[in-house]
């Protein structure tokens, strides 16, 4: 077995297949529509020859070994898939959790994924009421692979805690892109564009009860619209569901009919408040977990924003009172 044949063997090209009895060639005429049609593919001569030539490279150049050579030979002939193939939303909105986990740990469809450690999912109860959402992975959480394990991670978990909740227990936090940006600065609006349809799948899976958008970048990619976190807070929004299926569907009104909810006293930090009364929602449902087309988002600081201005953290105090109400109400 010559070197030539024991390659095209390596690439899966032989044997080559020949075409049994050939019809006569025109010798004088090799173009002419009578000639023999030469079924070897002419092309495989050139990819031979670049591994060849790849082959026979010192190791040094191809990052020394032979699994090196191996990698860059098979690499020649692997399919590579576009950058947006699989984020389609239709596509991604038929993930269940396994595969929306390994769809994110393998995109490559932005420039954040060259620079980061790994990939953060999101993490708590995948059928949790309560569902905080933040702007993207820090340097902690790119070394842990979890969301908000740093100062800012440890200031949530302390406002977690003032309104009776924990992470992991009826709680699930998310980013909304799953890699860290260099530096940690802002994503950008491409690199979000790609990564919401992951985000969406995982609200659509969760169901939540509330959304509570930590952040301008995370507000404005929820809403879709471009708008000062001042303008935002003190209210309740709609999040339209993406790709929303199933047997009950939440009335657009709903939030209208929480209007007196949105209207807070001044409230000082540490006043105990009394509940607002009980509204009951009539739904109709066949399984213990909802299916919703909409679900009402509120807004609010950023934890890390709030370690660099501690003064905000009574207006933060304010919006988790609301959102406490909020879910009082919808019980």
């Not at 908000?148 to 992991?168: N, T």
């Not at 890699?179 to 969406?200: K, S, V, W, Y």
């Not at 939540?208 to 619209?225: E, F, W």
């Not at 988002?297 to 890390?304: F, S």
Request: aromatic residues 4%; contains cysteine; charged residues 25%.
């Amino acid at each position: 077995m010559d070197s030539r044949e024991a390659m095209l063997r390596e690439l899966n090209l032989y044997p080559q297949w020949v075409r049994r009895n050939p019809p006569a060639t025109k010798a004088d005429n090799p173009l002419s529509a009578d000639a023999d049609v030469e079924l070897t593919p002419p092309a495989v001569e050139q990819p031979v020859a670049e591994v060849n030539a790849q082959l026979t490279q010192p190791a040094s150049r191809l990052g020394g070994g032979a699994a090196d050579t191996q990698q860059s030979a098979m690499a020649i002939v692997q399919p590579v898939l576009g950058k947006v193939e699989g984020l389609n939303p239709s596509y991604v909105s038929a993930l269940d959790w396994p595969g929306l986990k390994r769809k994110v740990h393998d995109c490559t469809a932005c420039k954040l994924r060259a620079g980061c450690t790994q990939t953060v999912f999101g993490v708590g109860d995948e059928k949790a009421d309560w569902l905080f959402v933040g702007e993207g992975p820090g340097a902690d959480e790119d070394a842990q692979g979890e969301p908000f394990v740093g100062q800012a991670g440890k200031l949530l978990d302390s406002m977690l805690m003032a309104i009776k909740l924990k992470r992991g227990r009826n709680v699930y936090i998310a980013n909304i892109v799953k890699c860290r940006p260099p530096g940690n600065r802002t994503p950008e609006a491409d690199e979000i564009a790609q990564c919401m349809p992951f985000l969406e799948r995982q609200i659509a899976l969760i169901q939540p009860r509330l959304i509570v958008a930590l952040g301008k970048v995370a507000s404005n990619a929820l809403l879709g619209r471009e708008a000062t976190l001042a303008s935002l807070r003190g209210k309740l929004h709609d999040y339209r569901v993406a790709t929303a299926t199933g047997l009950e569907q939440i009335q657009e009104e709903e939030s209208s009919r929480l209007s007196p909810l949105m209207e807070l006293p001044a409230i000082r930090l540490g006043e105990q408040t009394t509940p607002a009364k009980s509204l009951v929602v009539p739904h109709q449902t066949t399984s213990s977990h909802r299916v919703r087309t909409t679900i009402p988002l509120l807004v609010t600081y950023h934890p890390a924003y709030l370690l660099r201005t501690p003064s905000e953290k009574a207006k933060t105090w304010q919006d988790l009172l609301l959102a406490v109400r909020t879910m009082e109400t919808r019980n």
